[in-house]
C-alpha cells in the first residue's frame, strides 16, 4: 500500500513537472525525492506501464496521464475546498489537502466538484482538470460557490475567486476593488448585470460575471 | 502658432505645480474650476475629462500651477486615461498631488494613494462629496486617518465651495503618505532587482517603476525610454517572478494593496445601521403623488405615440384612442405603484436612488426612455427647431424690405387656451433697420444692397440670419438637454439599457455617450469617441456617426418636413436608420480586425443637475 502512495505522489511530481516545462528530466525526480527511492519507483511504474523512458526523460502513458489526472483534480479540488468553503488560510490548507488526495473516492469527489460549481482553477490559479461531473454538470445538489452571472437579483454574496483569462479585465476590476473577499450585492441582472459594493455602482458584462465567482450570504 | 502658445505658458509659469489626481467622477474638474477660475466641462459620467487642462491661481505662496488629470483607478495604465495621468506624474520633478477622494469611496481612492507614496510624491488628501457622505449614515475618522497617514486630510463640498480656503491652505504642508507595503518574498526579490538596473534619471522612487513593470505594464516601457538590453534583463526577471505564481503578477500586487487599505480602514470608516429618515412629508408626496402622477404620465404618452406611429394624429387623436391611452395610463400606475410600494416604501433609501433604480429597471426603464426621448424630441425639435427658429428669424431678424410686424410679450396661462398680454413690442427687425439704414445711402436694386441685403441670397439677410437663427436654438438646446442626462446620471443608466443592443454593432453600453452626443453635433460626439477602450470601437462609432446619427440641425430639416405628414412615415424613418445603423455595425463589427471590449462601467449616483452648471456647459458646447 506505502507503494501505491509513492506511486500516486510520483504521478502528482510527475503531471506538475510537465505541466509547467513540458517535458519531465529524470534528474528532476531524483532530486525531490532520492536517487534510491525514484529509481525503484520508476521501475515499478514502468511494470505497470504508466510511463516510458526515453534516455533521461520521462513520459507519462495513455493509463498513467489518466490516473495522474484523477490525482490532481482530487489535490486541487481539495485545496478549493479546505480554502474556500472552510477559509483555512494560505499556508494551512496545503498538507492537508495533499493527505486528502490519496483516500477519497471518485464519488466524493464528483460532489465536492458539484457543492464546488465545478471550478476550474485552485487557488494557486493552476488548471483543475475536469471531471465527468464538470462536462455533464447537473447540478444535482446546489453548489454553494456560483457564478456572479448566476445569481437573482437582490441576493448578496461574496468574492471567492476571479478567474477570467484576460489580464486587462483583471486589471481592471482589481483596480476599482473587486477583488476576492469583497461583499456584493446584485442590484440587478438584465438588461446589463449591475452589483452594488460599498457605495459603488457597477455595470458589467455577462461574460465578465460568469468569471467571477461567489458564494451567497444568507442575511 | 503653436510654439508661441507654448513660451506664452512657460514665461507665465509658476512657482511650483500641483496635479490634481483621483477616481473617476469624484469632482478633479469642479474643484479646478474653483481652484483657477477657469471652467472646463464638468459631468456626471466618468471619464469627462479627456485632454489635460492648466491653469493658474495666485496663493498664500507665490503663483501655483495647477493640472486636471483625466480619471485614474489606478496608476498602473490600463486605458489611455490612466497612462495620461501616470504620465505627468512621472514626468515634471517639482510637483505636489493634490489627490481628491470621493469620501463614500474611501478605499478606492486610497489604493491610489498606496501608489503614490510608494512613488514617493508629497500629497494633500481632499475628502470630497462629504454631503453625501453624510446623507448616507457613513462617518469617517479624518483625525485618525489623517494621523495614520501623515498627511493634511480635508473635508470639501466642492459644488457648494465648502472646505476650498482649507483645501488651499494645506497644499503647503503636503507630505508623503506613511505607507508602507510589503508584498512578500518573490515579488520584492523581483522588485530589488529590478531598481538596480533601472536609471539614475527617474523622477519618482524606483520602487514605485519596478511594480509598474512587474506588473507588465509595458507602457511605461515606452515613456521611461528604457535601453533595450536592460529592458530585456528586466523582462527575464519579471517573467521569473510570474512563473512562482498562477495569478497574474498585477493582480497580486494590487491584491496586497486593497489588503493594506481596507486593514487600515479598520475603525476609521463606520456606517450607521439608522440612516437618518428623509423628510415623511416629502416622501410621502413622492410615492402618493408625484410618481401615481409620473407613471401615469408615462403610459399614457407611451400609448399615444404607438397609436401616432402607426396611425397618424387623426387616430391619436379619437374617443376610442382616448380610451386606450387612459387604460395605458392605468396599467402603468398599477405596475409602477405595486412595485413601489413593495419595494421601495418601506426601506430607507433616497428619492434618488429610487429614481436610479427605475431608470435602468429592466422593464419600467424602457416606456421612461420613450417619454424622455420624446421629451427631448419636444425641447428640441418643436421648441427649438419650431418656435425659437421662428421667432429669430422672423421677429428678430426680420426681413431688410418688410415690416415683422412686432410681437407680442406675453405668457400663457396653463391647461387653458387663455394668454395675457403684458405689452406689444414694436421690433420690426434688425434685418429690417439695417435695410433702412443702407436705403440713406443707395436704393434698393443696387449691387452692394443686393449683395448683402437682397432678400434671396444676400449675405446679411440669409446668410448670418439663417446661421444665427437656425442653428442657434437647435444645438442650443439640445446641448440643455443633454447636459440634464449627463448630470442627473441619466446617461450612464441608459449605457446598462443599450449595452445588449450595442454589442451586436461590437460596441459597449459605454458607446452610448457619442451615440447620443451625436444627435447634437457629430464633430464634438467623435471627439468624445475617446473614451472607447479600443481602436475598433472607436472606428466603428465614429462610422456609425457619420453614417447613421442625425445631427440636431439635420433632425430640425427632417422634423419640419415629417410633423406635416403622417406618423407612419416618421416611424419608418425612425426604422430604416435604426436598422442601417444595425447592419453597419454589425458588417462593420465583423469586417475589422481587433477587438471589442468588455463592458465594465461605474454607475454614478442620480442626482439632481445643478441649473448653473448646465447653462455654463451649453454656453462653451455652443460657442
Known sequence: MADETQIEEMLECLWMVEEDNGKVERAVLEDK??????????????????????????????????????????????????????????????????????????????????????????????????????????????PVVNPLSELRSGARAKIVYVTTKSHATLDRLSAIGVNPGLELIVHQKRPSIVIQFGETQLALDKDIAKDIFVRTIQS | MHEIVEKELDSKRGDFRIALVGNPNVGKSVLFGLLTGKYVTVSNYPGTTVEVSRGMYVGSSGTIEVVDTPGANSLISHSEDERVTRDILLKDTEKKILQIIDSKNLRRGLLITTQLAEMGLPVSICLNMWDETLDR??????????????????????????????????????????????????IEEGIKKIEELLPDDIAVKRRAIATMLLSYDEAIEETLKIDAQILERIHKIRDDAQNKFGHPLSYMISKRRIDYVDDLLEGIVSTKKEKKKPGVVLRNIFFFVIMPLVSFFVGFKVVDLFLFAIASYVVAGGQMALILKITGGAISVGFSSFYLFVREYRTNRKISSILGSLTMHPSMAWPILIVVLWGIYKIVGEFGAGDCVDFIENKIFGSSLERSGGFDFKVFIPFTRLEYVFTHVNFQGINYYLGLLTQKFMSADNIFFELFLGKDAGLIQVGITYSIAIILPIVGFFFLSFGIMEDSGYLPRLAVMVNRIFKVIGLNGKAVLPMVMGLGCDTMATLTTRILDTKKERIISTLLLALAVPCSAQIGVIAGILGRVSGVYFSIYIFVIFFQMLLVGYLSSKILRGTGSDFLMEIPPFRMPKISNILLKTYYRTK
Open chain 1, 33 to 142: 525525492f532520492g536517487s534510491e527511492i525514484a529509481d525503484n519507483v520508476l521501475r515499478k511504474m514502468v511494470e505497470k506501464r504508466l510511463i516510458n523512458l526515453h534516455d533521461s526523460k520521462v513520459f507519462l502513458t495513455e493509463t498513467g496521464r489518466n490516473r495522474a489526472k484523477l490525482i490532481i483534480r482530487r489535490h486541487r479540488l481539495a485545496e478549493r475546498l479546505l480554502n474556500d468553503v472552510l477559509e483555512i488560510g494560505d499556508d494551512a490548507f496545503e498538507p492537508s489537502a495533499c493527505q486528502f488526495e490519496h483516500f477519497v473516492n471518485e464519488e466524493i469527489i464528483a460532489s465536492i466538484c458539484t457543492l464546488l460549481g465545478h471550478p476550474t482553477v485552485c487557488p494557486h490559479g493552476k488548471q483543475i482538470p475536469p471531471g465527468d461531473c464538470c462536462l455533464s454538470a447537473k447540478k444535482v445538489l446546489k
Open chain 2, 137 to 186: 449614515g457613513i462617518s469617517v475618522n479624518t483625525d485618525k486617518l489623517q494621523k495614520t497617514l501623515g498627511v493634511p486630510i480635508k473635508k470639501t463640498i466642492a459644488t457648494q465651495n465648502y472646505g476650498i480656503g482649507a483645501l488651499k491652505s494645506s497644499i503647503n504642508s503636503v507630505k508623503i503618505p506613511k505607507i508602507d507595503i510589503n508584498y512578500g518574498g518573490d
